[in-house]
């Protein structure tokens, strides 16, 4: 069965430094997500991207935050001067074209910031 | 703003019974809800889904009712086993581009 792949499982930053966290979609899915999990708490989305642009985004993901799809495979998560709070799990979900389809999420990439 | 809560934070039973999982929202406009499974270390996966022209729809040991009336939904686990030990949340997909909100979770744990 496809899946959601992300990489790397976990991430080790200085506060301040940039990270890019990376995700491989399924591969005939339309609709990409990036969401985030505090330790202990629920699932908070940060922005949904369609046709090559951000669809909608929450008020987490500031300036600091960007995403981008370089090719026809990778869907990225950038996030330019970490920040103590940064610190969560990370996860890539995406979807078939249409809004009653499911999202499928990968397994996350643990983000450290020191 | 929109909202989805889960009524008790834990739940444990005993290997065989069934579970009963629940889930409110508030958003009254929301038409499409699924439930994840989330095992520790790794992300949501996908159980189970519903629409709001639906009141119930049954998978593989796997039961959700939808009451519209009450803003309230519900996954039922028949013969919990010990592998169905996990986070349970329930999502209120809220837009056209698909946006998740999720409840807090529930934990289960299923004892031998």
């Known amino acids: 069965e496809p899946e959601v792949t992300q990489t790397p499982s976990h991430q080790v930053t200085q506060m301040g430094q940039e990270v890019i966290l990376r995700c491989v979609p399924i591969?005939?899915?339309?609709?990409f997500y990036w969401y985030r999990q505090i330790l202990g708490q629920k699932v908070e989305f940060l922005v949904s991207?369609?046709?090559?642009?951000?669809?909608?985004k929450s008020e987490i993901f500031d300036d600091q935050f960007s995403v981008e799809r370089p090719d026809g495979s990778n869907f990225t998560l950038k996030i330019r001067s970490t920040k103590l709070e940064d610190s969560a799990m990370y996860f890539c979900?995406?979807?078939?074209?249409?809004?009653?389809?499911?999202?499928?999420f990968g397994d996350g990439t643990r983000l450290s910031i020191l | 703003g929109e909202s989805v809560g889960l009524h008790l934070p834990t739940l444990s039973v005993q290997e065989g019974d069934n579970s009963i999982i629940n889930c409110a929202y508030s958003?009254?406009?929301?038409?499409?809800f699924i439930w994840y499974k989330q095992e520790s270390g790794k992300g949501p996966q996908f159980i189970i889904d519903?629409?709001?022209?639906?009141d119930k729809r049954q998978g593989q040991r796997v039961t959700v009712l939808l009451n519209k009336t009450v803003k309230h939904l519900s996954l039922q686990i028949a013969a919990t086993q010990p592998g169905d030990s996990a986070v349970y949340f329930c999502?209120?997909?809220?837009?056209?581009?698909?946006?998740?909100?999720f409840g807090q979770g529930t934990e289960l744990s299923v004892k031998p």
């Open positions: 979900a995406s979807r078939g074209a249409y809004s009653n389809q499911p999202q499928h």
């Open positions: 591969s005939n899915h339309l609709y």
């Open positions: 991207f369609y046709n090559n642009e951000i669809s909608e």
């Open positions: 958003n009254s406009a929301s038409d499409y």
């Open positions: 519903i629409r709001s022209n639906m």
């Open positions: 999502a209120d997909a809220l837009s056209q581009g698909g946006k998740l909100i």
